[in-house]
């Protein structure tokens, strides 16, 4: 670094200084992807599992009642409280990754 004039050393430490931002900004587009896939695969989960409740609820009723109007009304009742329960969760886990990260 001696032979350079102060300008080329400035611009050198520029450079580097660029080239540190662009792989820290890197990592960073790196650990949101990694985190809205494992959000992503925590809300596909959460939405097999209601999905799966729902149907193993509804089919016996539908079965053991037939096709009635109380027993869609029921049904529905019970898909709406899954679909409450879905986004209720669902924001809460967002916003407890938001908080605390990853660790929970």
């Known amino acids: 670094m001696k032979d350079y004039s102060r300008d080329e050393k400035d611009f050198l430490e520029g450079v580097w200084s660029k080239v540190r931002y662009l792989e820290y900004l890197k990592e960073e587009q790196e650990k949101i992807k990694q985190t809205s896939r494992k959000l992503a695969a925590a809300k596909m ?59 929970h």
Do not use: W
């Open 45 to 103: 989960k959460l939405a097999a599992m209601l999905a799966v409740a729902v149907i193993m609820i509804s089919v016996p009723i539908i079965m053991l009642n037939g096709l009635e109007i109380s027993t869609f009304l029921g049904v529905g009742m019970l898909m709406l409280g899954a679909g409450a329960f879905y986004e209720y969760y669902s924001e809460k886990q967002d916003d407890r990754r938001a908080t605390y990260g990853n660790k």
